[in-house]
């Protein structure tokens, strides 16, 4: 198995970087579209268990837009052959005092690279 080609590195690095943006800028219809649409997609949040598409777009509309600026770091993308990928990374909030950690599990589907499970959490 190839691990971390150039090319899908920079594919998945791309998608990552424009879930980062819809993110805080609360892109509601990005940040849906990147989840795989199926009731196997998964999404662990700070104080959530959501199984299936359905309740991530569920949760997703039901979110406040305020403060959800935040700064990454420490971000590692590691790909597995062409279709399979992960991406964890570190965030800061400015009104939060501890800082989090984000994981994200992507697959390549007929439509294209999709967040497939996803865990969020606070350090500390």
Known sequence: MDINLPEV??????????YETALVTNDI???NALFWNNTLT???GLNENLYGHAAIVGFRA?????????TTSNTMITTYGR??????????RPQVERGGRQSQTW?????????????????G
């Open 83 to 92: 279709d399979f990928a992960t991406a964890n990374t570190e965030f800061r």
């Open 29 to 31: 219809a990005t940040l």
């Open 62 to 70: 039901a979110r406040s837009p305020v403060g959800l600026a935040r």
């Open 42 to 44: 998964l999404r662990y």
């Open 107 to 123: 697959a390549r589907m007929p439509e294209g690279w999709r967040i497939v499970s996803a865990h969020v959490s606070l350090i």
């Open 9 to 18: 590195v920079a594919e998945v690095t791309a998608h990552f970087q424009r």
